[in-house]
């Protein structure tokens, strides 16, 4: 959080004498850490501590140890943009400067804010706004460390850092399966398959053919070209529809204290999904589905939750039924993956998402029994992409559907 602050002559004076020498120090260990090729705040700090505090025997020790830190991160930094060739430069260059500051250099009320400086400690007394309050009082706890900046008209911008504990992951009272496919997900809540459409097929195949368009008879190089490419939003929409699918599901196991069970997908999915695929079409859909990029964003809401996920191995778990362990037949239906099959023992029919889910139910240790033992064929309720998005769970989805049961 960013709070602006004016101060008299003499507390920005101070700090000024501070941010000049820390400036200093830090262009020190940018240029060790680039001799010596080395980004390690340990080993930054270990070459050079000896030879700043000598020069700078004023100044707070820990300004060193806070500049050496900025400095491996500048380093990091710049030696990632380096590997994609966005540097311009041959050494990262100090522009502006911000001081950063450790629990030793900084103590917190809401009364005043007080820094070390060369001749003491000063205080600034900061205003703060609603939004300060709203994190403040709703458990976030503010963090040993912050920064502070100096602006003109003795202006010092100083920066808040928020954090809130990990909440511990719970011992999971029941389990929430996902089976992820091209062109939906679908998730098994209290004994009910719902199929989530996520509509990647229609995106992948729209923006291709916008893309055809744009470069038919035309130069890639071509700077209208160019610019049209670049509007294109592909990425963009589906990472949206990722999210937001990831926080729908996370929420509803959270809420149900439920462990998620995901398919522990290899490295390289779609490129053995489509090695025996010889339709063009069908293998540009398989390898832009993402089916990992799918898989990582739920885990990944999942931790920020504290929700448990458990992987589990992902063979077969469309093609075996889950009562008897027999192999299920799917019949041609005219499509490329049909979606119902036969038992082969118990003659029962399954659709493939379905039987899909309550096999990964089974591998992840639920020994319930399967409720499904009808001749019928057992199809999900099927949301499309726009009523999901405005849900709130769900929960609220499943409710809606014995709603309009009643109403029929």
């Known amino acids: 959080m960013k709070l602006r602050v004016r101060v008299d002559y003499a507390t920005y004076s101070a700090l000024k004498e501070v941010e000049e020498e820390y400036r200093e120090v830090l262009e020190d260990a940018i240029n060790y850490g680039l001799s010596n090729k080395t980004t390690s705040f340990t080993r930054i700090k270990a070459g050079i501590y000896k030879v700043e505090r000598e020069k700078h025997k004023d100044l707070p020790s820990h300004y060193i140890y806070t500049a050496c830190e900025d400095a491996s991160e500048r380093l990091d930094s710049f030696e990632k943009l380096k590997k994609r060739g966005r540097t311009y430069t041959d050494k990262p260059s100090v522009r502006k400067v911000t001081v950063h500051l450790d629990d030793h250099l900084w103590k917190f009320s809401l009364d005043r804010v007080s820094i070390s400086t060369k001749k003491g400690r000063v205080f600034i007394s900061p205003t703060f706004p609603k939004i300060f309050w709203e994190y403040y009082n709703k458990g976030w706890r503010i963090a040993s460390e912050a920064r502070f900046k100096l602006l003109k008209g003795n202006v010092v911008e100083f920066y808040i850092i928020f954090k809130k504990d990990e909440p511990k992951p719970y011992e999971p009272k029941g389990f929430i399966p996902v089976d992820i496919n091209e062109n939906s ?183 319930s029994p399967v409720p499904l033992g009808s001749k019928e064929s057992h199809d999900p309720s099927t949301v499309k992409l726009g009523r999901w998005l405005r849900a709130k769970s769900l929960h609220s989805i499943m409710n809606e559907d014995k709603m309009i049961e009643m109403k029929v």
């Open 185 to 367: 997900v679908s998730v098994l809540i209290d004994g009910k398959p719902i199929l989530l459409e996520t509509n990647t097929k229609k995106i992948t195949l729209g923006y291709e053919y916008r893309r055809k368009s744009m470069t038919t008879g035309r130069s890639t190089k071509d700077r209208e070209v160019r610019r049209k490419l670049k509007r294109l939003r592909e990425r963009d929409k589906k990472a949206d529809v990722r999210r937001k699918l990831a926080k729908l599901i996370v929420k509803e196991a959270f809420e149900s204290k439920s462990a998620i069970v995901l398919e522990d997908l290899p490295k390289r999915t779609p490129e053995h999904m489509i090695k025996d695929v010889k339709d063009s079409q069908l293998r540009l859909r398989i390898y832009r589905s993402a089916f990992s990029s799918m898989k990582n964003a739920i885990i990944e809401k999942a931790r920020e939750f504290g929700v448990p996920v458990i992987l589990v191995n992902p063979a077969y778990t469309s093609t075996v039924c889950p009562i008897h362990g027999s192999k299920i037949i799917y019949q041609p239906d005219g499509g490329n993956a049909p979606r119902v099959g036969v038992c082969e023992k118990g003659k029962e029919r399954w659709h493939r998402d379905v039987v899909a889910l309550y096999n990964l139910l089974n591998r992840a240790g639920d020994v």
